[in-house]
T-cell receptor, first 113, second 109 residues
Framework: SQTIHQWPATLVQPVGSPLSLECTVEGTSNPNLYWYRQAAGRGLQLLFYSVGIGQISSEVPQNLSASRPQDRQFILSSKKLLLSDSGFYLC????????????FGPGTRLTVL | GQQVMQIPQYQHVQEGEDFTTYCNSSTTLSNIQWYKQRPGGHPVFLIQLVKSGEVKKQKRLTFQFGEAKKNSSLHITATQTTDVGTYFCAGAGSYQLTFGKGTKLSVIP
């Protein structure tokens, strides 16, 4: 069966510090991968998605970046965090195309102070 | 770009009452998906609707997809405390989903 992992679960970082969140998927190959951000009590904002290794599409201009160095690994990064980067970061995958449901990881709760 | 509106934003019901959340898209959708997020958790897929006018049921949950494939609804009959959470609709586009802002359901025992 397929599983999706995210770490860390929680993170408290000072403003201006770098960020690296990692997501890995097991039990499937060539998944579509997604990064979402959810502000407190709000909806899901799509940040990046990837349909293959090295292929990244950005949905919202910001100080975040994403990379997919391996088929089942998706990394969210920032060189300098802002207060507004605080939120719940969710990684998700699906089997490809738009006809398949997305499976979400447990999320990383980021607080920038 | 595609926009998905969802109402109401919040709903408080007495246990046993019914609940409905509505979803409207600015464009025709290839399919619509529904997710539930429990407090402190991550979204979990509930169902996908693909056909115009489609109706699907999961126990006390009834999902509908409009004839024009631009709107959808989720109805819960006789809510229980286990139904608490935020319900999101999501419209499918090319490789990605556009989520509504969700309806947060509170159930008063």
């Amino acid at each position: 069966s397929q599983t999706i992992h995210q770490w860390p679960a929680t993170l408290v970082q000072p403003v201006g510090s770098p960020l690296s969140l990692e997501c890995t998927v097991e039990g499937t190959s060539n998944p579509n991968l997604y990064w979402y951000r959810q502000a407190a009590g709000r909806g899901l904002q799509l940040l990046f998605y990837s349909v293959g290794i090295g292929q990244i599409s950005s949905e919202v201009p910001q100080n975040l970046s994403a990379s997919r160095p391996q088929d089942r690994q998706f990394i969210l990064s920032s060189k300098k965090l802002l207060l507004s980067d605080s939120g719940f970061y969710l990684c998700a995958w699906n089997r490809g195309g738009d006809l398949y449901e997305q499976f979400f990881g447990p999320g990383t709760r980021l607080t920038v102070l | 770009g595609q926009q998905v509106m969802q109402i109401p934003q919040y709903q408080h019901v007495q246990e046993g009452e019914d609940f409905t959340t509505y979803c409207n898209s600015s464009t025709t959708l290839s399919n619509i998906q529904w997710y539930k997020q429990r407090p402190g958790g991550h979204p979990v897929f509930l169902i996908q609707l693909v056909k115009s006018g489609e109706v699907k049921k999961q126990k006390r949950l009834t999902f509908q997809f409009g004839e024009a494939k631009k709107n959808s609804s989720l109805h819960i009959t006789a809510t229980q405390t286990t139904d608490v959470g935020t319900y999101f609709c999501a419209g499918a586009g090319s490789y990605q989903l556009t989520f509504g802002k969700g309806t947060k359901l509170s159930v008063i025992p």
